[in-house]
């Protein structure tokens, strides 16, 4: 497949013009296989046999390259949001080859560079809601803590208070609460 082909295929990432290049490359694979078998049967030269061999491989070679690659960049641009961040990083990557492939005065180049923000963009709108997500786990579980800090010292406060009328165990657990969390402040001072 020549180059300008591939720019203008990516490019205007029409699914209609891929599937259109899509089912000439399978013909051209088929074309090249009828030869084969028509050369086989004229009992031709070992030789051209191989030859053929080897343009079927590498119609073959170009019609499973274009169909992952290709196809797959246009259904990840196609559903940005409900693509994997694997599909989005791939789409990425063939935006980003494609784009250093095509000068960068043409207007293939402009497209490209486009598509490949939209990309980029949604990969850091992940990106940044796993943060949003981790931040609110770790506020949420700074909450709890000081929840239960709160609770602690209550508990410390109150068994201080009534010390005359607490029972052994309360003023154990009181004493306890309170040491621990007296090593814990001193241990956050040092740091």
Partial sequence: MA???RYTTVIELNSEQAKRQLDELRKKVESWKKLKDETIKANESKSFVAQINRE???AEKE???YDTEVSRTIDT??????SSIKQLED???NLLRLSKEVPHDSPFYENLSGML???TQELENIKATKAFEQM???ASAAVSSAELLKEELAFVKQTADNAETASAKQLQMAARTAKKHKGQQQGRNRA
Avoid: F, P, R
């Fill in 117 to 119: 923000d939209k990309v």
């Fill in 63 to 65: 019609l499973k390259k």
């Fill in 3 to 5: 180059t300008t082909e």
């Fill in 91 to 93: 789409a990425q990557k």
């Fill in 77 to 82: 641009l196609n559903n940005l949001v409900s």
């Fill in 136 to 138: 609110k786990q770790e």
């Fill in 56 to 58: 079927l491989k590498a």
